[in-house]
């Protein structure tokens, strides 16, 4: 099938959520950016207690103690990315949504 016999087939149609008619919206925007804030501070805790741990066993040579200070570091990073792109993509999303 082309597109356009698509396209009159299935007329497209803007779907997206109604966050306006969510009860205390802005309750729940105040919830999630404060859940953001303490992932974000509790993430970036980590990376320099990690980075600390992998520095100082990586010079004392205890290789077991650095691999899991490394893997600290990577986790923390991971857990920083994610909470921070998690917006930009929801956003996209959004975007998308009303694309179709």
């Given amino acids: 099938m082309t597109t356009a016999l698509l ?3 299935f ?6 959520p109604d966050l306006s008619g969510v009860g205390g919206r802005s309750t729940l925007i105040s919830i999630v950016g404060a859940l953001l804030t ?3 501070i509790v993430s970036v805790l ?3 207690v990690s980075a600390i741990v ?3 066993s990586s010079s004392n040579g205890n290789p077991g103690v650095a691999a899991k200070g490394k893997v600290g570091v990577f986790v923390s990073l991971g857990a920083a990315v994610l909470a921070g792109a998690g917006v930009a993509w929801m956003n996209f999303l959004l975007n998308l949504g009303d694309t179709l």
Avoid at 11 to 16: C, G, H, L, Q, R
């Fill in 7 to 9: 396209l009159a087939l």
């Fill in 54 to 56: 992998w520095a100082i």
């Fill in 46 to 48: 980590m990376l320099v």
């Fill in 38 to 40: 303490i992932v974000l």
């Fill in 11 to 16: 007329p497209a149609e803007n779907v997206y």
